[in-house]
C-alpha cells in the first residue's frame, strides 16, 4: 500500500510563521531589555558588550525556540500555519540533538545573504539548509 506523501511547507508560509514567532519574540524580549537597560536599536541586539545583552538577545531566544521545537516540533509561527518539524528520513519526531543542530545551523542560512533560507523556494523537499545540515523537513501537520 502506498504511504501518503507529506506536504512540505515552502518559502513563503515559513516566512509568514517567521514573522509571527518574531512579533512574539518582541512582545516578550522589549520588557526584558528594557529591564535590563539594553538598547531596543537593531544594533544593539548583536553587540557582546555585556552579559545582560548576551543572555537577553542570544541566549533567552536559542532556548525558547529549541524549546519550542523539541516539546512541539514547531514554534507559535509553525503551529499557527499547521506546520512541523520531522526527521528528514523517518517523518518521525525529530532527536534533541537534531533540533539543537538545526537551531546552530542557522546561523549558517544566514550568513550568506540569507541563501540557506531562500534555498527553501528551490528545493524539491522545502528544505533550507538548516533542515539539510540537521536531517529534518517540515511538513503540514495532519
Known sequence: ??????????????????????????IILVPIARIFG???????????????NIFVNGILPAIAVIIFWIYRQA??????????IVDATTLG???????IGRYFAYYLSTIVLLL??????????KQGWHDKLAGT???RSR
Open 1 to 26: 500500500m502506498n504511504e501518503p506523501q507529506p506536504e512540505y511547507v515552502g518559502f513563503w508560509a515559513r516566512f509568514g510563521a517567521s514573522i509571527i514567532d518574531s512579533v512574539l519574540m518582541a
Open 116 to 125: 540557506g533560507f531562500i534555498w527553501v523556494a528551490f528545493d524539491d523537499r
Open 93 to 99: 519526531k525529530p532527536s534533541t540533538g537534531q533540533m
Open 137 to 139: 523537513v517540515v511538513i
Open 38 to 52: 539594553i538598547g531596543l536599536d537593531p544594533e544593539s541586539a548583536y553587540r557582546l558588550d555585556s552579559p545582560a
Open 75 to 84: 514554534t507559535p509561527g509553525k503551529m499557527a500555519i499547521g506546520a512541523k
